[in-house]
């Protein structure tokens, strides 16, 4: 079957850098996506990664290891606004997106 | 502004009834998406359409239809519905469905079957 886990929920405190990890068992693999959604919000687009590697985008990156059916997005200089849900996906055979139940994080002061 | 429209944002319903639940876009995307989320679970795909005229089956699609008859608009049916239809739906779109291009979510409909 199709499967992505991630963490829950996870607490940071302002100002400091997290980590959030994602791994997936997916029939095919075309790319792994990275969404923030805030409390009652739509989900909004993070990140795309196809290839092994990091990719940077000011305060967040995303790193992808296909080998290891992984990927980790990373938040640095923490806000208080960045207190979200981060929501894993990938992108199937048929390009369906499966996607992880999110990881909660909160940030504290 | 560009963007997709849902309605209604929150609507409380009988079980047993029927209520359809709207999407518009207006960024000419060909492939649309109705999503449900539910605490503790990810996003689900109810149907997708990949273009206008086509459609096509998800993960959880019992209960629920589609249509696509033009570019833009994307409507989600429940023909009868159920307590455990109580949910929060998105629906979604992208450039085309055969790519892996961003997904653009609307504002979401909170709906609930007592």
């Known amino acids: 079957g199709q499967n992505i886990d991630q963490p829950t929920e996870m607490t940071a405190t302002e100002g400091a850098i997290v980590q959030i990890n994602c791994t997936y068992q997916?029939?095919?693999?075309?790319?792994l996506f990275w969404y923030q959604q805030h409390a009652g919000e739509a989900p909004t687009f993070l990140s795309y990664n196809v290839l092994d590697g990091l990719e940077e985008k000011g305060r967040f990156s995303s790193f992808l290891s296909r080998s290891k059916g992984y990927s980790y997005l990373l938040l640095k200089e923490l806000q208080m606004k960045d207190s979200a849900s981060y929501l894993c996906a990938v992108a199937d055979s048929n390009y369906q997106l499966i996607w992880g139940a999110g990881t909660k994080l909160i940030i504290k002061p | 502004i560009a963007g997709i429209t849902q309605a209604p944002t929150s609507q409380i319903l009988a079980a047993g009834r029927r209520m359809t639940l709207r999407c518009t876009q207006d960024m000419r995307h060909n492939a649309m998406y109705w999503y449900r989320q539910d605490l503790g679970l990810g996003l689900r795909l109810i149907h997708y359409s990949n273009t206008a005229g086509t459609t096509g089956k998800g993960e959880v699609p019992d209960g629920y239809s589609v249509s696509r008859a033009n570019t833009d608009d994307f409507p989600l049916t429940l023909a009868s519905a159920v307590p455990s239809q109580t949910s929060v739906y998105f629906c979604?779109?992208?450039?085309?469905?055969?790519?892996?291009?961003?997904?653009?979510f609307g504002e979401g409909s909170r709906l609930t079957v007592l």
């Open positions: 997916t029939s095919g693999f075309n790319g």
């Open positions: 979604a779109s992208r450039r085309t469905g055969g790519d892996t291009g961003e997904l653009f």
